[in-house]
């Protein structure tokens, strides 16, 4: 093995909370499409929506930390499975809100939270310079990675896989 690999124990300690992080998450994803049938990216949209009466996708991804496309994609299938509906804002008509079905609000009254949430409230949490920093630092690890091509989807938005997987 190359002398590029560094002994120092941060480094374990960094990406131990890394591995962490990532086993809670998929974790979390995991039981719910075990018991309720949704990823856990579409069990964070359920939850948002739950927290206000109703969204624009623009709100929602802002309160999901997503980019707008991203969340989109997850909104669709919520749409489709009749969790979620579309309905025209009552103070501008132009503008479409999303609002949870009563079965999307039932399901989302029978989860206690996701990892998804409890990650952006411990990061939100931290100091301001903190959050700055542990941003620039993971950005740069993004960088040397060369991982910056991809657009980030949500934590554990694996329908696209599932599905090709299946029509394969």
């Given at each position: 093995?190359?002398?590029?690999i560094s002994r120092?124990s941060?480094?374990?300690?960094a990406?131990?909370?890394l591995?962490?992080?990532?086993?809670?998450?998929?974790?979390?994803s995991?039981?719910?499409?075990?018991q309720?049938?949704?990823?856990?990216a579409?069990?964070?949209v359920?939850?948002?929506?739950?927290?206000?009466?109703?969204?624009?996708?623009?709100?929602?991804?802002?309160?999901?930390?997503?980019?707008?496309?991203?969340?989109?994609?997850v909104?669709?299938?919520?749409?489709?499975?009749?969790?979620?509906?579309r309905?025209?804002s009552?103070t501008?008509?132009?503008?479409?809100?999303?609002?949870?079905?009563a079965?999307?609000?039932?399901?989302a009254?029978?989860?206690?939270g996701t990892?998804?949430?409890?990650l952006?409230a411990?990061?939100?949490?931290?100091?301001s310079?903190?959050?700055?920093?542990?941003?620039r630092?993971l950005g740069?690890?993004?960088n040397?990675?060369?991982?910056?091509?991809?657009k980030?989807?949500?934590?554990?938005?694996?329908?696209?896989?599932?599905?090709?997987?299946?029509?394969?």
């Open positions: 093995m190359g002398s590029h120092d941060s480094s374990r300690e990406l131990d909370s591995r962490r992080i990532v086993q809670t998450l998929r974790e979390s995991r039981r719910a499409e075990q309720l049938g949704i990823s856990g579409q069990l964070f359920l939850e948002q929506l739950a927290d206000a009466p109703a969204r624009s996708l623009n709100e929602l991804a802002a309160g999901t930390f997503t980019h707008q496309s991203s969340v989109s994609t909104v669709a299938r919520l749409v489709e499975q009749g969790l979620v509906s309905q025209r009552t501008d008509r132009r503008q479409l809100e999303l609002v949870l079905t079965r999307g609000r039932r399901l009254a029978k989860t206690t990892a998804q949430g409890a952006i411990s990061i939100e949490k931290l100091p310079r903190s959050r700055h920093t542990l941003a630092l740069r690890v993004v040397r990675m060369k991982a910056t091509e991809r980030p989807r949500m934590f554990f938005d694996d329908h696209r896989r599932r599905s090709a997987r299946r029509n394969v």
